[in-house]
């Protein structure tokens, strides 16, 4: 059954799962033409957006919709279309480094070296440490038939204190995998290891390439050797954690989340990862006060305030989970799933003139998102307002056309307006897709009763 009421945040690695999983191209064996697999491709990919890297792009609306479709292209392999998105982004935005860099990954996807070097050089101008930046053209240039110049990139790169380091590496190892190279990276690791072995740092990074590769016990061997003689390399223990969560082995998890606490008190990260893991395990009073303790070390953390908000909720401390919702709007009036949240909890609450609104909100800022056309939808049934009602559920329709639950609403709406032709054909779509489900056949056999009474 559809969760109405929660929204959870998902975290760098559930999306990449998620992006996995929508396979770009089919969706139950039927395949998708691009403007659908915008249609259903979008809400994940605006989602992963590289937004731990603070790119800064633009809000305005033009240059989103051109991110995402480039985005959408790119994941597609119509990299000639993704360029002509880009494009467009950079004629509004030409500082928008998110556009430059998958327009400079393009040309390297179509070989063409020279414009994909002029990308990365434009990155490098805007922030010459970029590690990413620094590893990609030293590709190029290897490409290019320079490997003494490679080599001094990959040395500037591998070799330097990273910012942010679990972060920009995981984000190393997505674009590898776009490229395709990961094992010349290893490679380079492991050249760049037998030359500088105290440099600890080059087993962490090529055990984060094995984890991303999802060679989860190759990447907990490097990450092991890499603690037994750095015990406090935060990093690996923000990976380990990592690879124990895709293994499910949550207290190995919770375990090294403990131990970075123990090194560093006030990692507000850890703390923020600590409560989604202890949230997951329904242990919600110890989840909590692990976003408590994330929300006082860095007080506009959104994500650990949506999250508190969300535990808040199933405590069905529902006013003060509105409070924390209103505190994440007041930082980021753009941030979608706090007005999400909060119109969930406002229709617990039974204001649902109020969450109307709230969802009409999320709508405006993320005109894809199916889940708030379908709460719309419901709230509007339930206060009698079948056409309206219909309208949603139908928009619902438009991005998933097998979402039962929309189609059994809209068939009841149909019924409220005694149109019971119109409410028949919405439940046997249903019981095409799914013959077994019993609501959508007490449905039918209600209907046929009324259409029978009617005469």
């Avoid at 950079?90 to 996807?109: M, S």
């Avoid at 959508?440 to 005469?455: C, H, M, P, Q, R």
Wanted: aromatic share 12%; with cysteine.
């Amino acid at each position: 059954m559809k969760n109405e009421l929660l929204r959870k945040y998902l975290d760098d690695k559930e999306i990449y799962k998620m992006k996995k999983k929508i396979g770009w191209g089919e969706t139950q064996g039927k395949a998708l033409t691009f403007d659908e697999i915008v249609k259903f491709g979008v809400a994940s990919i605006k989602d992963f957006q590289f937004r731990d890297i603070e790119f800064g792009q633009s809000n305005e609306s033009n240059i989103n919709n051109n991110l995402v479709k480039g985005n959408v292209a790119f994941e597609l392999g119509a990299y000639k279309r993704a360029l002509d998105h880009f494009k467009l982004v950079l004629e509004k935005d030409p500082e928008n480094k998110e556009a430059w860099f998958k327009v400079g990954l393009t040309y390297f996807l179509l070989r063409h070296f020279k414009g994909a070097l002029e990308c990365f050089n434009k990155i490098l101008s805007f922030t010459p440490e970029l590690n990413y930046a620094l590893i990609i053209k030293g590709i190029i240039v290897e490409e290019l038939g320079n490997k003494d110049e490679a080599m001094k990139y990959y040395k500037k790169a591998f070799l330097s204190d990273l910012i942010e380091e679990d972060l920009i590496m995981a984000f190393d190892t997505v674009v590898f995998c776009y490229l395709n190279e990961q094992e010349r990276v290893i490679q380079i690791l492991d050249t760049l290891s037998r030359k500088y072995p105290k440099n600890y740092s080059l087993l962490y990074k090529k055990g984060l390439i094995l984890y991303n590769l999802e060679r989860f016990k190759e990447a907990l061997d490097c990450l092991n050797k890499l603690l037994k003689y750095e015990p406090n390399y935060i990093a690996a223990l923000f990976t380990e954690a990592n690879i124990f969560e895709e293994l499910n082995r949550t207290d190995e998890a919770l375990a090294c989340f403990d131990k970075i606490l123990e090194y560093e008190p006030k990692n507000h990260r850890a703390w923020f990862l600590k409560g989604n893991i202890l949230s997951r395990l329904e242990q919600k009073e110890k989840a909590l006060e692990s976003y408590n303790k994330a929300i006082e070390l860095k007080n506009d953390y959104l994500d650990a305030l949506n999250n508190k908000g969300l535990i808040l909720q199933d405590l069905l401390k529902l006013e003060e989970a509105l409070e924390i919702f209103d505190k994440a709007i007041k930082l980021d009036p753009s941030y979608h799933l706090a007005y999400f949240n909060k119109a969930c909890v406002l229709k617990q609450l039974n204001q649902n003139d109020e969450a109307i609104k709230f969802f009409d909100k999320v709508i405006e800022l993320n005109e894809y998102d199916i889940d708030s056309f379908y709460n719309k939808a419901c709230l509007l049934k339930e206060k009698g307002e079948f056409k309206e009602a219909i309208k949603n559920y139908r928009k619902v329709l438009e991005l998933d056309d097998e979402d039962i639950e929309a189609m059994l609403g809209m068939s009841v709406s149909y019924v409220n307006l005694e149109n019971y032709k119109k409410a028949i054909d919405f439940i046997n779509k249903a019981l095409k897709i799914d013959p077994e489900n019993n609501e959508a056949l007490e449905l039918l056999n209600k209907v046929k009763e009324l259409e029978e009474i009617s005469g």
